[in-house]
């Protein structure tokens, strides 16, 4: 085996240099890739396209973690997570995010380097998602209505990363301009939207002041210190505004929809997966505005959280599944 590149993410040096020596020894050619924080193994992941990642355990508790297992998942590379010591509780136990493909293993770092060389023959021999398979998976993708002067708004939190590749990957490249709020960390947005952008038909960039919305972009707002929303008159642009949380949080859904109510009769809006209730009066607002709102639906949630109080108050006019949001969506913005 050759040229396969390996990242390993710790803050213990000994053992990463440990397990560093023992890999680059037994795969001639092999690159492995160290990093201390989870910034640096983004962009080394993003740069290197590891085949395979240990993680320390601790970096899985981080929200953070949800965006490298985003970029794990668009780049087909298989990870596990490392304890400290056995014995040790797992971060799968306490995150509904972690309990997925090849995070659900441990090692721990007293194991002998080569059971970690074990596992790793193990899972990159397993079968991989092919080029063709993945795009066979991928949903068809809905033609967007021509000429529609509606806007998309959609908010998002933990679990969203996941749900908006999903929902974006079906968008058409000439999509309605489409607005996204979703609650990061404050370093993780551009990676955000360097990841989206890699995977959806359309345009997705950074939210900035002052942007004129366009057919075919998405607007994506995640890891400022700013509030995006919506110019009061037209033609409609893009408006940061500096400010304290609103609904705990900087940028927030519920700014983005509050600002959105005086044009509702031209809005689509919708909350995915999310912990807490940000957007919920907003979209309720946005409803009696005359905007078509929904909501993810519990099952296909990764946290019901902020869709559930959406739906209880009566914020949504329906409960859509993950694999029907885009195709909703879309359809909603044709009315």
């Known amino acids: 085996m050759s040229s396969q590149n390996l990242l390993i993410i710790t803050t213990d040096r000994t053992f990463a240099r440990t397990l560093q020596g023992y890999m680059e020894s037994a795969y001639p050619g092999m690159k492995v890739l160290l990093a201390n924080n989870l910034m640096m193994a983004y962009n080394q992941a993003e740069a290197a396209q590891p085949v395979f990642a240990f993680v320390e355990d601790g970096f899985t508790k981080l929200p953070e973690f949800e965006m490298m297992m985003a970029l794990f998942s668009a780049m087909d590379t298989r990870w596990v997570s490392v304890m400290d010591t056995q014995g040790a509780t797992p971060a799968r136990k306490s995150s509904p995010l972690l309990d997925v493909g090849a995070g659900i293993f441990e090692l721990t770092k007293s ?72 609650h990061t960390g404050k370093n993780f947005g551009t990676g955000l939207v360097s990841l989206l952008d890699r995977i959806c038909p359309a345009r997705v960039r950074a939210a900035e002041d002052g942007i004129a919305l366009e057919p075919g972009h998405v607007y994506i707002a995640a890891g400022q210190r700013r509030h995006m929303g919506l110019s009061s008159r037209k033609p409609l642009r893009l408006r940061m505004k500096e400010g304290p949380d609103i609904s705990g949080h900087t940028p927030s859904v519920d700014a983005l929809f509050t600002s959105a109510v005086p044009h509702g009769k031209n809005i689509v809006a919708s909350i995915l997966t999310g912990m807490g209730q940000d957007g919920a009066r907003g979209l309720l607002e946005l409803r009696k505005a005359g905007a ?17 109080v959406a739906w209880e108050i009566g914020a949504a006019q329906q409960q859509v599944s993950l694999a029907r949001m885009a195709s909703t969506l879309l359809q909603a913005s044709k009315a």
């Not at 908010?155 to 929902?167: F, H």
Request: some cysteine.
């Open 111 to 182: 194991d002998h380097p080569s059971q970690f060389a074990q596992y790793f023959d193990m899972m990159i021999n397993a079968p991989r998602r092919s080029p063709r398979a993945a795009a066979s998976a991928s949903p068809t993708r809905p033609a967007a209505a021509a000429g529609s002067k509606k806007l998309i708004l959609i908010g998002s939190s933990t679990g969203g990363v996941e749900a908006l590749r999903s929902v974006l990957v079906g968008f058409p490249f000439d999509c309605p301009p489409t607005l996204i709020v979703q």
């Open 292 to 308: 078509m709102t929904f909501a993810q639906d519990e099952k296909s949630s990764v946290v019901y959280g902020m869709p559930r």
